[in-house]
T-cell receptor, first 119, second 110 residues
Framework: DTGVSQNPRHKITKRGQNVTFRCDPI?????LYWYRQTLGQGPEFLTY????????KSRLLSDRFSAERPKGSFSTLEIQRTEQGDSAMYLC?????????????????FGPGTRLTVL | EDQVTQSPEALRLQEGESSSLNCSYT??????LFWYRQDPGKGPEFLFT???AGEEKEKERLKATLTKKESFLHITAPKPEDSATYLC???????????FGTGTRLKVLA
């Protein structure tokens, strides 16, 4: 078990460009979350997948943001027409099937994040 | 509005000086409260899950407790390697969303 991996670790782009990040969850984890974290703040929820189904999206996820998990394994987060305000750490977390199910909640395990800088 | 507030924002301790971090929440239908440790430039590292008031969890020098309105993370005889930001998060019914606090930045001096 190698943990959640994210690529790239760092991305510098110019305003207006599109970027895509990838998250590989812990194997056999069927639940996947994306968060955004800015300096001095806690992670902010962006979206949640259970297998390949995207079950919840935050209002923070504007129409410039899209996330996919096509085969229920890895996931991608794309930001179109990037703005300077998109500069942040983008975190992915996964959770195993049934973890905390009896309690109706999941324990999430985070990846190292992708640091995005928009110039 | 559902909120999670952590205090203090920052804390400096001498090595061996025990203290507590606070996480207060105003959500209904709490499903779980989570504590994470985050080192600079890294993703949060899971520490504890607490499900109901009165529950306690321990790991090495850390002990987490939960009441109906708040959680405490007690650090006993901390060491410099305990320096990090400690985050709490809550999950409540009716949503898949987890709400994080802004964290407490802990610095333990040798």
């Amino acid at each position: 078990d190698t943990g959640v991996s994210q690529n790239p670790r760092h991305k510098i782009t110019k305003r207006g460009q599109n970027v895509t990040f990838r998250c590989d969850p812990i194997s056999e984890h069927n639940r996947l979350y994306w968060y955004r974290q800015t300096l001095g703040q806690g992670p902010e929820f962006l979206t949640y997948f259970q297998n390949e189904a995207q079950l919840e999206k935050s209002r923070l996820l504007s129409d410039r943001f899209s996330a996919e998990r096509p085969k229920g394994s890895f996931s991608t987060l794309e930001i179109q027409r990037t703005e300077q305000g998109d500069s942040a750490m983008y975190l992915c977390a996964s959770s195993p099937r049934g973890s905390g199910r009896a309690r109706g909640t999941d324990t999430q395990y985070f990846g190292p994040g992708t640091r995005l800088t928009v110039l | 509005e559902d909120q999670v507030t952590q205090s203090p924002e920052a804390l400096r301790l001498q090595e061996g000086e025990s203290s507590s971090l606070n996480c207060s929440y105003t959500v209904s239908g709490l499903r779980g409260l989570f504590w994470y440790r985050q080192d600079p430039g890294k993703g949060p590292e899971f520490l504890f899950t607490l499900y109901s008031a009165g529950e306690e969890k321990e790991k090495e020098r850390l002990k987490a407790t939960l009441t109906k309105k708040e959680s405490f993370l007690h650090i006993t005889a901390p060491k410099p390697e305990d320096s990090a930001t400690y985050l709490c998060a809550v999950h409540f019914g009716g949503t898949y969303k987890y709400i994080f606090g802004t964290g407490t930045r802990l610095k333990v001096l040798a």
